[in-house]
Each structure stands twice: as structure tokens, then as C-alpha cells.
């Protein structure tokens, strides 16, 4: 999963960095990039469907994000109507300190999620917290809805997307190369947009004859 939304991802962060960064290379501050919200949807939609990859500690199969529709940017959340499809699904109950796995086989479930944004600058990593509106997975399970019990793997876990290296843009003068790159130091969900923060980083060497 994290393999291929993280290289749309740095795709994007490239063609943006790329177009602005003539303008603000010269600069050591941080520099703001705001990608709109229709870049990142068109993104996803490119990368779907996408089978994950982890699994629960409760529930095992094979799941897969068939659609994700209604997406929204909003202050500090992102907001979207999700299609996924599980098979082979099989829940694990412990009774008497032995692990019992329960066949629930397939099912179809769509519902409504937010997810929190956290990044961490060090790993360069971008964490996706889901969470399903009006549903309690766990309820849900023990009224039998095998659909609902999708809701284990996804509902307030983290997902890492590990992001890229942004290619350096090279620039030569008549003495030297100038090697022009930027690291992400953080994503910030906003209303309309995905706002990235980069610091740029400027290095020069002779020039090769």
C-alpha cells in the first residue's frame, strides 16, 4: 500500500517543487506548497482499488480499498466516503488462553471516514489515522455483521506512507554545480488544499570539465 500511494505522493511534491521552487530557491526559510484538493483525489483515484498489506491482531484476509469518493480537505482532517471489500476474512477470539479462529468469509462495506494527518519529519514518514463515522466495529461484531467487522483493521490504527527523496534539481554555473533539493518537514490537512512545509538545501561543488 505504502509503496505506491508514497510514489504518487512524491510525484505530486516533485511537478509542485519543480514549478516553484525558481522563485524561492534562493531563500533558507521554509517554504509553503499548497496542492489542491482535486490533485491529491485524482492521485488516489490513479492508485485504486489497493489491497493492504497489514493485517490485525483480531482479523486476517485479504482487504481492498475499492473506491474512496466524496474527498474532502478540511482544517487538520480529511474527510471521504470509502468502498472496501474483504475475502477470506477470518476473526481471531482467545478463549481459555488459546486462540481460536473464527471463518467469516467475504463481504462488501462502504461507509463514511475521517482521517487524522500526523507526519513525522525524522522518518519521513506520513501517518493515515482512519476512523468510520457512526459505526462501532466492535458492537457491530457481536451482532454478527461480518461486513462491519472490516471496521478491525482499518478503525484508529495508523498507516505509514513512506514519502520519497525529492530528485535534486542540478544548476551549473561557469565555475560550479549548484545541487538544489528540499526536505518535507511537515503535511498539514487545511480546507481545499494539502499544505506541505520544505526546507530547501543548497550545496555547490566545482564544476566538472
Given at each position: 500500500?505504502?509503496?505506491?500511494?508514497?510514489?504518487?505522493?512524491?510525484?505530486?511534491?516533485?511537478?509542485?517543487?519543480?514549478?516553484?521552487?525558481?522563485?524561492?530557491?534562493?531563500?533558507?526559510?521554509?517554504?509553503?506548497?499548497?496542492?489542491?484538493?482535486?490533485?491529491?483525489?485524482?492521485?488516489?483515484?490513479?492508485?485504486?482499488?489497493?489491497?493492504?498489506?497489514?493485517?490485525?491482531?483480531?482479523?486476517?484476509?485479504?482487504?481492498?480499498?475499492?473506491?474512496?469518493?466524496?474527498?474532502?480537505?478540511?482544517?487538520?482532517?480529511?474527510?471521504?466516503?470509502?468502498?472496501?471489500?474483504?475475502?477470506?476474512?477470518?476473526?481471531?477470539?482467545?478463549?481459555?488462553?488459546?486462540?481460536?479462529?473464527?471463518?467469516?468469509?467475504?463481504?462488501?462495506?462502504?461507509?463514511?471516514?475521517?482521517?487524522?494527518?500526523?507526519?513525522?519529519?525524522?522518518?519521513?514518514?506520513?501517518?493515515?489515522?482512519?476512523?468510520?463515522?457512526?459505526?462501532?466495529?466492535?458492537?457491530?461484531?457481536?451482532?454478527?455483521?461480518?461486513?462491519?467487522?472490516?471496521?478491525?483493521?482499518?478503525?484508529?490504527?495508523?498507516?505509514?506512507?513512506?514519502?520519497?527523496?525529492?530528485?535534486?534539481?542540478?544548476?551549473?554555473t561557469h565555475h560550479k554545480q549548484l545541487s538544489i533539493t528540499a526536505v518535507i518537514t511537515n503535511i498539514i490537512s487545511q480546507k481545499g488544499a494539502l499544505q506541505l512545509q520544505l526546507k530547501p538545501l543548497i550545496t555547490a561543488s566545482p564544476r566538472q570539465n
Amino acid at each position: 500500500m505504502k509503496k505506491r500511494v508514497s510514489s504518487v505522493l512524491s510525484l505530486i511534491v516533485l511537478l509542485f517543487h519543480l514549478q516553484n521552487f525558481a522563485a524561492t530557491a534562493a531563500a533558507s526559510q521554509t517554504i509553503t506548497m499548497n496542492i489542491p484538493e482535486a490533485v491529491i483525489a485524482d492521485a488516489l483515484e490513479q492508485v485504486l482499488p489497493l489491497t493492504l498489506d497489514d493485517t490485525s491482531s483480531r482479523l486476517e484476509g485479504r482487504i481492498t480499498l475499492q473506491k474512496i469518493s466524496q474527498f474532502k480537505l478540511l482544517d487538520n482532517l480529511v474527510s471521504f466516503h470509502l468502498d472496501l471489500h474483504g475475502e477470506n476474512l477470518s476473526l481471531i477470539t482467545t478463549v481459555a488462553s488459546q486462540d481460536i479462529r473464527l471463518k467469516l468469509g467475504s463481504a462488501q462495506l462502504d461507509f463514511d471516514c475521517d482521517a487524522y494527518l500526523r507526519f513525522d519529519e525524522e522518518q519521513q514518514i506520513l501517518f493515515v489515522k482512519p476512523m468510520a463515522r457512526d459505526i462501532q466495529p466492535e458492537v457491530a461484531l457481536q451482532q454478527g455483521d461480518i461486513g462491519n467487522a472490516l471496521l478491525l483493521l482499518l478503525n484508529g490504527r495508523e498507516f505509514p506512507l513512506e514519502l520519497q527523496e525529492i530528485t535534486p534539481i542540478i544548476a551549473e554555473t561557469h565555475h560550479k554545480q549548484l545541487s538544489i533539493t528540499a526536505v518535507i518537514t511537515n503535511i498539514i490537512s487545511q480546507k481545499g488544499a494539502l499544505q506541505l512545509q520544505l526546507k530547501p538545501l543548497i550545496t555547490a561543488s566545482p564544476r566538472q570539465n
